[in-house]
C-alpha cells in the first residue's frame, strides 16, 4: 500500500510532525536511503530545506512527495520511523493505517445442542495482507481456523463455551471485533450424561443493584453495594480505576477510613460458572471539592449530634462526574528546567542533574517541550527565562523547574545562580515572583511552578520585592519542596543522588489528575516518610480552580502563527550537529557523532570506520576546545560514557558496543560565543615501525543546542520587571559540615536540555523501577552517598546526627 493511501490530510498531519530539525524530515531521509530506489540526492535534500522560504512550504510535504513517487510504501515508511524512534509519528501513523481496517462483518453470539456445529464469522476491508486470530476469553485458539475468518468449533462440547473475539492484524496494525458468546443448549433428551454436568436449571446473570456514585471526606466510611441474581450463585469481584482489589469478594466493598487515595472510579463483576456481568461505574469523590460538585447534608451538626461520625450521601443515580472536567486542553505545553550544583562560592550540591534529568523524561511523556539546563549563572538565568517566555501564549500550559540554592523573604521566592556572591541579595537572584506575573501577561491556561530548594530567610538581604499585580483567575499552582523557613535535602550516594522532592515527585507526576491533586498525593507519600518526618514537608499553593491536569492532551489552531514561531524557537536550542567523517592523508577514516544529555550539555564521540592494512593501531582524540565551554581533560577521550562523566545518556544512542569509540563531554554550550571548533588528533602506527604518527584535522560545527540562544547576552524583557545582573567579586567558598544531607539553598542553575530532538522520546530515559517505598523505612546517610537511579526500594536510613542538616 503506498503512502499515498493516507490521503492529503494524513501526509499533511505528517508533515508537520516532521518539520523540524532534530527527529524528522532529515532523519527520515537518512533511514529511507536504506534501500538504494528511496536516496536522495545531496539536491534533493537542498530543494526541500528551501521549502521553509516559502509561506506554505513543507520540507517533509516535498520528501513524502518524491518518497510516494519512488513507490515507498506505508509498512517501509513505519519501518523507518519505528528506526528513529519517532514516537508521535509512529504513534500517527499506526492509528492512521489501523483506522483504515474495516469489519464488515462482526461475529454473532450462538447457542446450539451438545455436539453441533458452530461457525463464528468476521471479515475485514483494509490494506492488503490482512490476517486473523481467534481468541477465546485471554487464550489464542491455535487450531486450524483460529486463522482464518471463520472459526469452526466442531463438534461443540462444554469447553467451547464462553466468549469469542477476532483480531485483524496488519504488520503491527490491529483492531478486535465485537465479543461473541458460545452458549452450549441442554435438554432433558439431548445427550446422556447431560444432567451429571448441570443438576439444576442454568439461568442468565443479571445485576440488580448498582453500586452509587458518593461524596466523602477523609476519614468518613465508604460502603458500595452490588448485588447480582444467577443460577448458580454468582461471585464478586471489586475494581478500582480498572484494577482489582485484593480480598474485596462480596457483594459489599467497605472501606472503613478513606484518604484521597481511595477516589476515582469503582466497578464490580459479577460471574458464575456460565456468565459474567460488570456493574455501572460508581464515581468516589474525597476531599473539600466534593462540597462544591453536590449538594448534601450532615446528618448532625457539633458535639450534640446523635451520629458520632458523618455518613456519606450517595449521589443520585444520575449524577456523574462533571462532563466539563475532561474537556481542558492545552494550546501548547511547555516547560524551563533548572538545575544549579556548581556553585562559586556556595555549598556544591549533586542531585539537581539527575532530578532535572529525571523531570525532562517524565513531562516529555506528557508531550511537553522541555528546555533542560544545568549551572547557570545569573545572566543566563535571566536569559533563559526570556527565551521561556517566548515560548509561552494564550491558553500554553507553563511549567518552571528549579533545583537549586534558594531561599524566601517575605512572601518571594528566590532562586539562586551558581555566580552568587557569598553575601547575595535579591538583585543577585531570580525572584519567581516577578516571573510569574510576566507569564500571566501571556495569558497562559497553566502555571505550575516546582521549587526545589530551601525557603530559609536571608539575613543579607533586608529588601522588600514587590512583584507586579496577579491577575485575579490566573490558574497558578506552587509545589515548594518544603516549607516556609525550612530547607529542602539531598541524599547523597556514590554514582547518582536525588533530591527529597524528586524522589516522590516522579511516582505521581504523570497521573491523570488535576495538578493541585496529584501534588496532594506527594505531600502525604513525603509525611509517611519518618526520615523526611519534622524536617521536609512539601507546602502546596494554589489558586487553581479548574480540573488542568499536566496530562491535558493539546489542541491547537489549522493555522497558528504564534504556534509555528514556539515550535521554531524552541528547536533552534536543540539541534544537534550532523554526524561526520572525516577522511586522512594515512588512509585511515573517522566517524564524529553528538549526542544532547542535556539542552546544555553534549557528548562527542569519535571512532575509526576504515584504515588501511598496513595501520596496525589507531584512535582518534579530540583537543583543541574552546575556552568558554567546560570540558574535564581528565574525562576527555575516554572508552566509556562513564568514565567521561556522563552518568544518564543511553548508550543505545551512540554506537554499538562492537564498534570502539573515545567519548568527550562538553559542559555549559550557553556560553559559546562563536562556531564551536576543535581539533581531531588521529594517532597511529604502522605494522612494521615503533614510532607513533600523528595526524591533525580541524573541525567546525556551528554552535549547537542551546548555543544558538546566546545565553551569555544581555536582553530587555519585553513585558514586566527587568532583572538586574551584576558582576560579583570572588569570594571564599565557605566551610559547611554536611555529612549526610546536603541543603538546597542558595544558588543558580545552568539549563540542560535532555530534550534533544535527535534523541528518541524514550532514549534517554534512565530505567527506574516502581518504588512505592521510598525512603519508608529510617536509615543511615553518609555524605559520600546519593539515592541511586532505580534502586530507591532498596535502600533503608536512619537518623544521624543533626549536624548533618545543614542550615542557611
Not at 567 to 576: E, P, S
Not at 604 to 611: A, D, G, M
Not at 623 to 633: G, K, S
Not at 731 to 753: K, M, P, R, V, Y
Request: hydrophobic share 35%; proline share 5%.
Amino acid at each position: 500500500m503506498n503512502i499515498t493511501s493516507l490521503g492529503e490530510a494524513g501526509l499533511t498531519k505528517l508533515s508537520k510532525l516532521l518539520d523540524n530539525c532534530s527527529c524528522g524530515w532529515r532523519q527520515l531521509a537518512n533511514a529511507a536511503a536504506e534501500q538504494p530506489q528511496f536516496r536522495c540526492s545531496e539536491m534533493e535534500l537542498t530543494s526541500c530545506s528551501l521549502q521553509v522560504l516559502k509561506s506554505a512550504g513543507s520540507p517533509a510535504r516535498t520528501l513524502l512527495a518524491w518518497l510516494a513517487d519512488r513507490g515507498c510504501s506505508v509498512d517501509f515508511l513505519l519501518y523507518c520511523l519505528r528506526k528513529m524512534e519517532h514516537q508521535e509519528a509512529l504513534q500517527f501513523l499506526s492509528t492512521t493505517v489501523s483506522e483504515q481496517i474495516k469489519i464488515t462483518v462482526q461475529p454473532q453470539s450462538k447457542q446450539a445442542s451438545l455436539g453441533s456445529r458452530v461457525v463464528l464469522t468476521c471479515r475485514a476491508s483494509g490494506p492488503p495482507g490482512l490476517s486473523y486470530q481467534w481468541f477465546k476469553g485471554k487464550e489464542e485458539i491455535l487450531h486450524e481456523t483460529g486463522s482464518l475468518p471463520e472459526l469452526v468449533l466442531c463438534p461443540l462440547g462444554p469447553a467451547h463455551q464462553g466468549y469469542y473475539i477476532c483480531r485483524i492484524n496488519h504488520g503491527e496494525n490491529y483492531i478486535f471485533s465485537m465479543w461473541a458468546h458460545v452458549r452450549l443448549l441442554h435438554s432433558a433428551g439431548s445427550t446422556p450424561g447431560c444432567s451429571s454436568l448441570f443438576p439444576g436449571s442454568v439461568s442468565g446473570l443479571r445485576i440488580s443493584q448498582h453500586p452509587q456514585s458518593q461524596l466523602a471526606s477523609e476519614g468518613d466510611n465508604l460502603v458500595l453495594k452490588c448485588t447480582a441474581e444467577a443460577n448458580p450463585p454468582p461471585q464478586y469481584e471489586w475494581y478500582h480505576n480498572k484494577r482489582p482489589i485484593p480480598d474485596q469478594k462480596t457483594c459489599s466493598l467497605r472501606i472503613p477510613c478513606v484518604t484521597t487515595q481511595h477516589r476515582g472510579e469503582y466497578r464490580c463483576k459479577a460471574f458464575n460458572l456460565y456468565h459474567e456481568a460488570w456493574s455501572d461505574t460508581a464515581t468516589v469523590k474525597i476531599g473539600p471539592s466534593s462540597v462544591i460538585d453536590a449538594s448534601w447534608v450532615e446528618d448532625g451538626r457539633g458535639f450534640d449530634s446523635s451520629e458520632g461520625q458523618r455518613q456519606i450521601h450517595p449521589l443520585p443515580p444520575t449524577a456523574s462526574p462533571p462532563s466539563a472536567a475532561k474537556n481542558f486542553y492545552a494550546t501548547d505545553k511547555v516547560a524551563l528546567l533548572i538545575g544549579n550544583m556548581n556553585y562559586l562560592h556556595h555549598c556544591q550540591l549533586s542531585a539537581p542533574i539527575s532530578d532535572v534529568h529525571e523531570l525532562t523524561n517524565l513531562l516529555r511523556q506528557m508531550d511537553f517541550k522541555v528546555v533542560s539546563l544545568i549551572d547557570l549563572n545569573c545572566q543566563e538565568m535571566n536569559s533563559a527565562v526570556n527565551e521561556f517566555l517566548l515560548l509561552l501564549d494564550k491558553g500554553v500550559y507553563g511549567l518552571l523547574y528549579f533545583a537549586g540554592h534558594g531561599y524566601e523573604n517575605y512572601g518571594n521566592s528566590f532562586m539562586v545562580p551558581i555566580d552568587a556572591p557569598a553575601s547575595y541579595t535579591s538583585e543577585h537572584c531570580l525572584c519567581v515572583q516577578n516571573i510569574l506575573t510576566r507569564m500571566q501577561e501571556k495569558e497562559t491556561g497553566l502555571n505550575v511552578f516546582l521549587l526545589d530548594m530551601c525557603r530559609k530567610r536571608n539575613p543579607n538581604d533586608d529588601l522588600i520585592v514587590k512583584p507586579g499585580t496577579l491577575k485575579v483567575t490566573a490558574n497558578i499552582v506552587f509545589g515548594y519542596a518544603t516549607c516556609v523557613d525550612a530547607e529542602a535535602y539531598e541524599v547523597k550516594r556514590d554514582d547518582v543522588s536525588n533530591g527529597i522532592f524528586i524522589s516522590f515527585l516522579k511516582q505521581h507526576v504523570c497521573q491523570d489528575e488535576k495538578v493541585t491533586v496529584m501534588l496532594d498525593r506527594v505531600a502525604e507519600d513525603m509525611g509517611r516518610c519518618a526520615i523526611t518526618r519534622g524536617r521536609q514537608a512539601l507546602e502546596l499553593r494554589s489558586n487553581l480552580s479548574e480540573r488542568r491536569s499536566l496530562t491535558d492532551q493539546i489542541q491547537t489552531s489549522e493555522s497558528s502563527e504564534s504556534d509555528s514561531a514556539r515550535n521554531l524557537q524552541w528547536a533552534v536550542a536543540h539541534v544537534l550537529p550532523e554526524s561526520r567523517c572525516l577522511q586522512f592523508d594515512c588512509g585511515v577514516q573517522v566517524q564524529l557523532g553528538f549526542a544532547a544529555e542535556f539542552s546544555n550539555v553534549m557528548v562527542i564521540y569519535s571512532r575509526i570506520l576504515e584504515k588501511p592494512a598496513e595501520i596496525e593501531t589507531c584512535c582518534a582524540q579530540l583537543t583543541d576546545f574552546p575556552q568558554e565551554v567546560d570540558i574535564d581533560l581528565k574525562k576527555s577521550n575516554q572508552e566509556t560514557l562513564f568514565e567521561a562523566g556522563c552518568l544518564l545518556l543511553i548508550k543505545e544512542e551512540l554506537p554499538s558496543p562492537e564498534a570502539k569509540s573515545l567519548y568527550t563531554r562538553i559542559r555549559g554550550l550557553q556560553r559559546l560565543r562563536t562556531d564551536l571548533t576543535f581539533t581531531v588528533c588521529l594517532h597511529y602506527t604502522y605494522s612494521n615501525m615503533d614510532e607513533e604518527v600523528q595526524e591533525q584535522l580541524a573541525v567546525t560545527v556551528g554552535k549547537p543546542l542551546v548555543s544558538k540562544l546566546n545565553l551569555h547576552e544581555s536582553r530587555m524583557s519585553t513585558s514586566g520587571p527587568a532583572y538586574s545582573c551584576s558582576s560579583f567579586d570572588s569570594a571564599e567558598c565557605s566551610s559547611l559540615a554536611s555529612d549526610t544531607w546536603t541543603s538546597f539553598g542558595q544558588t543558580s542553575t545552568e539549563f540542560s536540555h535532555a530534550d534533544s530532538l535527535t534523541l528518541s522520546r524514550s532514549a534517554n530515559m534512565p530505567e527506574e523501577t516502581d518504588s512505592p517505598g521510598v525512603f519508608n523505612s529510617p536509615q543511615p546517610l553518609t555524605a559520600s552517598k546519593s539515592l541511586p537511579h532505580g534502586h530507591t526500594g532498596e535502600i533503608n536510613y536512619k537518623f544521624s546526627d543533626m549536624y548533618n542538616f545543614h542550615s542557611f
